[in-house]
């Protein structure tokens, strides 16, 4: 099947997450992304929290399907010389390495645009060029923090709160996907290639967006009447952690379902959108809330909202988590179980779309790993195993000219 990147080459410098969460996608889509490794070593995670000695971690295998591995020593002149040829035919390269590391090594801006003037240099750093932090190296909890993410997860009497979703790596390696996929369309008009970077603080910033929302409206009036605060807390000057309450216009909060007293994932999301409260009492089995001017507008319920959420989880109280949804979509109620990885690991629906796919690795035996997300008409991303490291050296090589003889000589000097 012919997919929509094909023919699209890739030269993946990027290691740990962010990085090759990106370049991974690309590979779904047809892509030849070929992952340039340090000899010996390579991606740190093909070592970190190994499971199977021996054999590459998960971390490594779950962001490195469908890629090709060259290892190559590009700090040494022989390996500086592969990697221009390379370079010289490929149609993007992609990094995330500490700030300045590429140019350290002889790989300016400048110079790859001169080496091929039409190949995308997509970058991933901590913070933008130019950002007081720009000298900065970043992990995903420092990321959480520098983009807002931090200062408005958790609860209000608690710390500032890490996502377990990985704000800061893979959300900021899907829009560099998305900058690169612009830049190759752009490219497509003008046919020169450009510099695109994103920045790990602005990545979890746009997807923090409603939190600056939050904070305009809270200057303006004073109060954000949507959060657990209000209309008995304090509010100070900054947007607080709001705890489970939802971001929008639609109150919500996750309640305990049968069994939470012994399942620490016994509930479920509980949305009250303001049109299905009709609905939302007829499930409860509370008809006389439904005119009752206590009850009847969003705002009325606002002060009284969690003894709300209490009537809830007592209805909730003889039902599981999923006998409880199992009534409520009837109802056409937003809300969902709160799933385990476990759950989610086994669901029939996730494995029959695509999502979790189990992938054979030679050394690892087979393991579960999360596939595209997005899904398409035309074409259905097939994952396949993550490459040993330097799987492919030899074949890069033999494809850029090189002979039995010079490849045994650069695997001679270790450049590979
Ligand atoms: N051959 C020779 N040298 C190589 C090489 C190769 N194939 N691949 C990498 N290197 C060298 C680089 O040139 C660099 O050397 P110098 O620092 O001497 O110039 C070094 O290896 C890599 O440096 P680094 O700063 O990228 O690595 P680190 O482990 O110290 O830091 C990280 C890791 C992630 C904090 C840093 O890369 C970073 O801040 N990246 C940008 C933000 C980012 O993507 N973070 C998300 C990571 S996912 O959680």
Do not use: M
């Given at each position: 099947m012919t997919k929509?990147?094909?023919?699209?080459?890739?030269?993946?410098?990027?290691?740990?997450?962010?990085?090759?969460?990106?370049?991974?996608?690309?590979?779904?889509?047809?892509?030849?992304?070929?992952?340039?490794?340090?000899?010996?070593?390579g991606d740190v995670t093909r070592n970190q929290l190994r499971d199977i000695p021996d054999a590459d971690a998960l971390y490594f295998t779950m962001l490195n399907s469908n890629k090709k591995s060259l290892t190559l020593d590009t700090k040494k002149p022989e390996g500086k010389e592969v990697l221009e040829k390379l370079i010289r035919e490929s149609d993007v390269l992609v990094e995330n390495f500490g700030p300045g590391a590429l140019d350290r090594m002889g790989f300016s801006w400048e110079r790859l645009n001169e080496l091929n003037p039409k190949m995308i240099v997509a970058s991933v750093k901590g913070f933008s060029d130019g950002h007081h932090y720009d000298d900065l190296k970043v992990y995903e909890?420092?990321?959480?923090?520098?983009?807002?993410?931090?200062s408005t997860t958790g609860f209000w009497d608690g710390p500032p709160t890490i996502s377990a979703a990985a704000l800061g790596d893979s959300n900021t390696g899907m829009h560099l996907a998305i900058g690169i996929l612009t830049a190759l369309l752009g490219r497509d008009k003008t046919g020169k290639g450009q510099k695109v970077a994103v920045s790990m603080q602005d990545s979890v910033l746009n997807l923090c967006r409603v939190k600056l929302r939050d904070q305009q409206r809270?200057?303006?009036?004073?109060?954000?009447?949507?959060?657990?605060?209000?209309?008995?807390?304090?509010?100070?000057?900054?947007?607080?952690?709001g705890g489970n309450a939802g971001g929008g216009g639609q109150p919500g909060w996750v309640l305990k379902c049968k069994g939470w007293e012994?399942?620490?994932?016994?509930?479920?999301?509980?949305?009250?959108?303001?049109?299905?409260?009709?609905?939302?009492?007829?499930?409860?089995?509370?008809?006389?809330?439904?005119?009752?001017?206590?009850?009847?507008?969003?705002e009325a319920r606002q002060p009284h909202i969690f003894e709300i959420f209490k009537t809830i989880e007592g209805w909730l109280a003889d039902k599981t988590k999923f006998e409880a949804v199992d009534i409520l979509r009837k109802f056409d109620i937003p809300c969902a179980p709160v799933l385990t990885m476990k759950e989610l690991a086994n669901d029939p629906s996730l494995r029959a779309s695509g999502t979790i796919v189990e992938v054979p690795h030679s050394k690892r035996g087979s393991y579960l790993t999360v596939g595209s997300p997005i899904k398409f008409s035309d074409m259905k991303p097939e994952v396949t195993a993550s490459p040993l490291l330097g799987e492919h050296t030899d074949e890069v090589l033999a494809s850029l000219g090189y002979s039995k003889q010079d490849i045994f000589n650069l695997r001679e000097v270790k450049a590979v």
């Open positions: 929509p990147l094909d023919g699209i080459k890739i030269i993946d410098f990027t290691h740990v997450q962010a990085g090759p969460a990106c370049t991974q996608l690309l590979a779904w889509f047809g892509a030849d992304v070929i992952k340039v490794e340090r000899p010996g070593s909890n420092v990321a959480q923090c520098a983009g807002g993410a931090a809270l200057e303006r009036v004073g109060y954000l009447e949507e959060y657990p605060q209000y209309p008995h807390g304090e509010f100070g000057d900054v947007v607080p952690r012994t399942d620490s994932n016994a509930y479920i999301y509980f949305t009250i959108q303001g049109h299905a409260w009709e609905p939302i009492c007829k499930a409860l089995g509370k008809p006389e809330w439904i005119d009752d001017p206590a009850y009847k507008t969003a």
